[in-house]
Nanobody, 120 residues
Framework: VHLVESGGGLVQAGGSLRLSCAAS????????MGWYRQGLEMQLDLVAA????????DYADSAKGRFTISRDAAKNTVYLQMNNLKPEDTAVYRC??????????????WGQGIQVTVSS
């Protein structure tokens, strides 16, 4: 499974960005998708996650009310709409996708990361 992230960049505080993560490759079924922030000590902190059916979402407290995660199952793509961005949202954001192949092998892949910078 290959992940391609897009949509990051530089924005002023109060602005918006929409991150996208498209998964492609051999036949697979996605189970869950999410976005994480990479901290200064390289730790990965959950920002938002969603099940492939879209029936369940989870948000970090800092993201609630400002960010919305969604997915397009037909395109194997997960989105993160980020509104009212704050300087403390500045980070590398990494996409995570988990699921399984037709032979029931499970997978869990990470994107390379995309920079989001919010200026004050």
């Amino acid at each position: 499974v290959h992940l391609v992230e897009s949509g990051g960049g530089l924005v002023q505080a109060g602005g918006s960005l929409r991150l996208s993560c498209a998964a492609s490759g051999s036949t697979f079924t996605m189970d869950h998708m999410g976005w994480y922030r990479q901290g200064l000590e390289m730790q990965l902190d959950l920002v938002a996650a969603i099940t492939n059916g879209g029936t369940k979402t989870d948000y970090a407290d800092s993201a609630k009310g400002r960010f919305t995660i969604s997915r397009d199952a037909a395109k194997n793509t997960v989105y993160l709409q980020m509104n009212n961005l704050k300087p403390e949202d500045t980070a590398v954001y990494r996409c995570n996708v988990g699921g399984d192949y037709p032979d029931d092998r499970v997978f869990d892949y990470w994107g390379q990361g995309i920079q989001v910078t919010v200026s004050s």
